[in-house]
C-alpha cells in the first residue's frame, strides 16, 4: 500500500431517485477505499464507482468496475471507505453481503471481491457462479 495520503470526495446529500443503500450490500476495505479515491483524482471520470454484475467470464457472472459522474434512477447508493458506491437493483440481488479488498501485490494484486453468495469462482477472481 502507497504511503501517500488521498482524501476522499465529500458526501453528498443523496441524489433524486437514488436509494441510500449501507454496507450489508457492499463493504469496501480501508485500502480499496484509498485506491478508489486515488483512482478517481487520477483518472477523473466521476466520483461515483459504479460496480455491477454483467452476463460472461468463465464461470457464467463477472464483476465490472467504472467511474461515473451520475447516478442513474433506480441505483442504489453505499457509502464505505470513503467512497460513493453505485449498484442497480439487479446487480443487488447477486452482490449483497460482498466485500471489495485491493492489494498492490505484483502477483494476485488488484481489486478482489469476496462475495458470500457465489458458489464458485475462477483463479482470477473476476467471474463467478451461482
Do not use: H, W
Not at 83 to 94: G, N
Request: charged share 20%; proline share 5%.
Amino acid at each position: 500500500m502507497s504511503s501517500e495520503t488521498v482524501t476522499p470526495p465529500p458526501a453528498t446529500a443523496t441524489p433524486e431517485g437514488v436509494r441510500e443503500g449501507n454496507e450489508n450490500l457492499v463493504r469496501l476495505t480501508e485500502a480499496a477505499g484509498l485506491k478508489v479515491a486515488a483512482l478517481i483524482e487520477r483518472e477523473q471520470q466521476g466520483n461515483y464507482l459504479r460496480v455491477a454484475i454483467t452476463g460472461g467470464g468463465c464461470n457464467g457472472l463477472s464483476y465490472k468496475l467504472r467511474f461515473v459522474r451520475e447516478p442513474r434512477r433506480g441505483d442504489i447508493l453505499v457509502r464505505s471507505a470513503g467512497a460513493q458506491v453505485l449498484v442497480d437493483p439487479k446487480t443487488a440481488l447477486y452482490l449483497k453481503g460482498t466485500e471489495l479488498d485491493y492489494s498492490a501485490k505484483l502477483i494476485a494484486g488488484g481489486f478482489k471481491f469476496s462475495n458470500p453468495n457465489a458458489k464458485a469462482s475462477c483463479s482470477c477472481g473476476e467471474s463467478f457462479s451461482v
